[in-house]
T-cell receptor, first 113, second 114 residues
Framework: DQQVKQNSPSLSVQEGRISILNCDYT??????FLWYKKYPAEGPTFLIS?????DKNEDGRFTVFLNKSAKHLSLHIVPSQPGDSAVYFC????????????FGKGTKLTVNP | NAGVTQTPKFQVLKTGQSMTLQCAQD?????MSWYRQDPGMGLRLIHY???????DQGEVPNGYNVSRSTTEDFPLRLLSAAPSQTSVYFC?????????????FGDGTRLSIL
């Protein structure tokens, strides 16, 4: 059973516009969420995270929103740049449980110039 | 600034062969883990370790062994390679408490089993 779901395999946006990547989770014990970015032939790199005690976290052009009641989070990138083109993975963890990070399948973002 | 180093970057094996994927980190991180990435499957945890001498299974441990004799190294062993183990393998490390210390990943080992 997939506990972290990224239902959009791909997303294409124009440079300068907003990119919104979505993630849903099923395990109500998850209380910390992370987004990773991955370029081809490289390992994933950490982008931004959010604790379940918050509903929003910002870091420059990147903002993550968390809706606990809906078990949904989203990553907003504003404005989108061609260098943002990558695969984005959503991940979640139960901090009080096992130290296992659970990843979604990823969304490939393409930002067109 | 080596971070997490994985070797080799590429490897082709025949079914039934064994091999060890190496992973080393120079950040004195306690937590290390191995993932595999398959098309359309995201990253799946194989094994992890919370410190030297301590290992545990992840989501897909069958066919793999690990050991953690030092803080720096966390090798992944394929005992008898099978075509289903064709994948890209990533090693990661972090301080304890993943919420405060996001994992650092290596650049991966691309493994093909014929």
């Amino acid at each position: 059973d997939q506990q972290v779901k990224q239902n959009s395999p791909s997303l294409s946006v124009q440079e300068g516009r907003i990119s919104i990547l979505n993630c849903d989770y099923t395990n109500s014990m998850f209380d910390y969420f992370l987004w990773y970015k991955k370029y081809p032939a490289e390992g994933p790199t950490f982008l931004i995270s959010i604790s379940s005690i918050k509903d929003k976290n910002e870091d420059g052009r990147f903002t993550v929103f968390l809706n606990k009641s809906a078990k949904h989070l989203s990553l907003h990138i504003v404005p989108s740049q061609p260098g943002d083109s990558a695969v984005y993975f959503c991940a979640a963890i139960d901090q009080g449980g096992s130290e296992k990070l659970v990843f979604g399948k990823g969304t490939k973002l393409t930002v067109n110039p | 600034n080596a971070g997490v180093t994985q070797t080799p970057k590429f490897q082709v094996l025949k079914t039934g062969q064994s091999m060890t994927l190496q992973c080393a980190q120079d950040m004195n991180h306690e937590y290390m883990s191995w993932y595999r990435q398959d098309p359309g499957m995201g990253l799946r945890l194989i094994h992890y370790s919370v410190g030297a001498g301590i290992t545990d299974q992840g989501e897909v441990p069958n066919g793999y062994n690990v050991s953690r004799s030092t803080t720096e190294d966390f090798p992944l062993r394929l005992l008898s390679a099978a075509p289903s183990q064709t994948s890209v393998y990533f090693c990661a490390s972090s301080d304890r408490g993943l919420s405060n210390q996001p994992q650092h990943f290596g650049d991966g080992t691309r493994l093909s089993i014929l």
